[in-house]
Every structure is written in structure tokens, then in C-alpha cells.
């Protein structure tokens, strides 16, 4: 086996482990590389910053060096252009406003939105490009409990800034609701961010499972009080399913050579 071989047979193998990270011990028996050629080649990863020691698990993850390889593959696939047609189909069955955020760093950015041809009477905080915080926001909420646990616990670690009275600002409170996120498949903002305003999110998934971006309606707070949001939160979810499965098969086909996302994208808009 090449040295090259080796190095990416280990980078695929940490990072199919990337929710719990491996263990010298573990890429050893899983690689079946010798162990000097394994301690080798993980110095040399973590050194070039494509994988990262955390000291206190003792287990290797990959880092930001090959997570901004991935975003740079994965901005060939365009997410926004395959999201909008379920943005615009989530648009036109709940009336209200319609937006895609995608992880930037430290906080969310909004990718894409579709105004409610409705006035809320209340200026609402997303515009396409803006940064937004990650614990007072329904899309924010989804991204953070997409991450694994170390990195969130960076997140919750530093202060949580209060936007509104009813924003969360405890640790420990917002990490129970984001384990609820995990489970349930969604979140809310309730006035967190926006006082009137609520917003329910879902995840986009990649193949592997993680989440690469998520979507969110935008209504007024008064529909809660007056008939529940169940149909928001049923409306999200089979968006964001819908999504989720439209980009997996695009990477699948990616990679079955069957075209570029443009060129697939240019086929859908002959199509309409």
C-alpha cells in the first residue's frame, strides 16, 4: 500500500467515527496498519490540521482543515439551488416566510429566503446573508444539535447572550432542548430572537447523516395562542425530508458521473 494510501485510509476511517472520534488503539486495529506507520501518519494529520487530538478523550476527529475541503466540494453541489423549489413549495402551502440557514463558523448565515406575501407589522431579522445567532434561533438550534458533543460544548461554553426576555440563556437548559431537537427532528424559536415572531426549523442531512444546513418558517406568535403550530412543524419536515433526499441523490449521482450540479439543475429548469 502507497504512503498516500495509507494517510486517506485513515482520514476515512476517523471521520466515519467523526460523532465519537477513534482511539490510537481503535485506528490501529481498524486501519490493520503497523503501528509505528499509524502513529506516523496521525502526527503528521494533526500537525497539517486535518485531524484533531483531543487530550482529554484521547481520541482523534477530524479538524477545520478537511472540514473546509469538504465545504469546498460540497459548494459544487449547490445547495441553495436545490433547496429553493422545496423552499418555494413550503413558501406556498404555509404563506408565511421561508428561509435556508447553512453553519458559518461560530454562527448561522441565511443562504436564501422567500418573503409571505403577508406583512407581519413586525420587521423580521433574516436577510439572505446576514449572520445569525445559534441558541435563540429555530435554524440555529438545528445546526448546533447537528454538531458533535465537543464542539457544541464550545458553543455553550461561552456567554449566551439574552436578544429577548425569552431568549435561553442557561447551558444546561438549552442543551435538554437540543437533545429534544435530536429526537423530535425539529426546532422552535419561541420570541426568542424577535419578540412576536416564532420560527420552526429542520434539517437538511447529508448522505453520511450529518446536517448541512437546515430551513425554517417565520410567523407571527398569535397562531400559536390560536390554533398550535402543528401544521408548521409537519410543513418543515416534509421540506427539509424532501430536500434532504433531492441533494443525497444528487451526490449520489455526482459521483456516479452522471453530471455536474449545474448541469442537472439546468436539465430541472428545461424541465419547468
Known sequence: MSSVAKV??????????????????????????????????????VQAGYLRFDVESARYFGDLKLASLGSAVTSH?????????????????????CNLGVLSGDAGVYLDKIESPEAFGIKLYSAIGKRFPLH????????????????????????????TPRTVTDPMALERELREVQRCGYA?????????????????????????????????????????????????ARCAAAATAELQ???AQEGNGRGTAQERAARRRARD
Do not use: N
Open 136 to 163: 435563540c434561533t429555530a435554524m440555529g438550534k438545528v445546526l448546533l444539535a447537528g454538531m458533535r458533543a465537543p464542539e457544541r460544548r464550545k458553543v455553550l461554553a461561552r456567554k449566551l447572550d439574552a436578544v
Open 77 to 97: 453541489f449547490d445547495l441553495k439551488s436545490y433547496v429553493r423549489p422545496h423552499l418555494i413549495t413550503l413558501q406556498e402551502e404555509t404563506k408565511h416566510t
Open 8 to 45: 486517506f485510509q485513515i482520514l476515512e476511517t476517523i471521520v466515519s467515527h467523526q460523532e465519537r472520534g477513534l482511539a490510537y488503539s481503535e485506528v490501529v486495529a481498524k486501519t490493520h496498519l503497523p503501528k509505528a506507520t499509524a502513529h506516523r501518519v496521525l502526527k503528521s494529520l
Open 249 to 251: 441523490g444528487a451526490v
Open 188 to 236: 422552535v424559536d419561541r420570541q426568542e430572537i424577535t419578540r412576536g415572531i416564532m420560527c420552526v426549523a429542520a434539517p437538511i442531512r447529508s448522505g453520511e447523516g450529518s446536517t448541512v444546513g437546515a430551513i425554517s418558517v417565520a410567523f407571527p406568535a398569535s397562531i400559536d395562542e390560536e390554533r398550535g403550530i402543528e401544521s408548521e412543524i409537519r410543513a418543515v
